[in-house]
């Protein structure tokens, strides 16, 4: 429990197909992605191009450019593996980039109709001078916008350790609570630790889907179910982003204790009913 970072770090196992151990990966990894999402003008950014301009941009591979700044007639698809000769690809068949849709008066088409003019992996919805991209129940869509993933495949570490439901594009991780109870405190840690929070029941189909869930899975369990709220604004009851809970939009919510104090926090009980408690709660 006292060793240094860097020795520590030399001294771990790689994980699989990696040259470093998994502090060094999350390192790594965490650099690169704030790199990417703080530069405003990183391509994938929404606001800087359209979907149907980053559809043309993801298909430029270096092999393309290179086919496009040199005389090279024939190369490998992926210009940092080693191929052999009888491998390689013209030029011709490495898909370039089409830019017709940056021009200011490209007539809007369904760019869904056309492979070439959307990149995504499953499905896809046209809409005005653009496209979104969806997944197949059950599966949820990359960062990347485009392809799809099931939560086992994003969030690997927890898969032994719960079970997840799918509702809107985001994944929702039920504890199996092996290791015994946790405190609302705890509960709110441990998300936070697996880079996620606790399920704010914002609206009518999310509580919907949690209910739906509990009722068919986890109703030989006789527990409580934190969920996220959190007295964050003084003298009222708020979600744990600070937005202000509205207690008349929501159905089969009970509460003692009017008005709120600080230190609230809300349970879903065995009976399926939602409950503000006042806290806290250790």
């Known amino acids: ?27 790594i990894a965490e650099q690169l992605k704030v790199l990417r999402q703080g530069d405003r003008f990183w391509h994938e950014n929404y606001g800087v191009f359209t979907a ?15 086919c496009d700044n040199t005389g090279v007639t024939t190369l490998p698809r992926d210009v940092y593996v080693r ?4 491998d390689m690809a013209p030029c011709d068949s490495i898909p370039g980039m089409q830019l017709q849709v940056w021009q200011e008066d490209y007539d809007d088409i369904n760019e869904c ?23 197949q ?8 916008g485009r392809s799809c993933a099931s939560c086992e495949e994003l969030y690997p570490d927890l898969a032994s ?25 705890e509960a709110k840690q441990a998300c936070l630790f697996h880079g996620g929070k606790l399920a704010m029941i914002k609206d ?19 527990e409580e179910y934190f969920f996220g709220l959190d007295n964050l604004l003084a003298h009222s009851l708020a979600w744990s982003d600070g937005s202000e809970l509205r207690q008349a939009d929501y159905s089969n919510w009970i509460t003692d204790h009017a008005p ?18 006042r806290g806290p709660r250790e």
């Open 1 to 27: 429990n006292n060793i240094d970072l860097w020795p520590a770090g030399l001294l771990e196992d790689h994980e699989p197909g990696a040259r470093v151990g998994p502090t060094f990966r999350c390192i």
């Open 52 to 66: 149907a301009q980053r559809a043309q941009v993801g298909r430029v591979a270096l092999a393309r450019v290179v």
């Open 83 to 86: 191929t052999d000769v009888t």
């Open 113 to 135: 109709e056309d492979p070439d003019l959307n990149d995504c992996e499953q499905l896809c919805t046209n809409t005005a001078g653009s496209y979104l991209c969806a997944c």
């Open 137 to 144: 129940d059950g599966l949820v869509l990359r960062t990347d």
């Open 161 to 185: 350790d719960g079970d997840f439901g799918v509702h809107e594009n985001k994944c929702f991780w039920f504890s199996s609570l092996r290791e015994g109870w946790l405190t609302y405190i």
């Open 204 to 222: 009518a189909g999310v509580q919907t889907f949690i209910e739906k869930y509990l009722r068919k899975n986890r109703l030989g369990y006789r």
């Open 260 to 277: 709120h104090h600080r230190g609230n926090y809300g349970t879903l009980l065995e009976n399926q009913k939602w409950t503000l408690t």
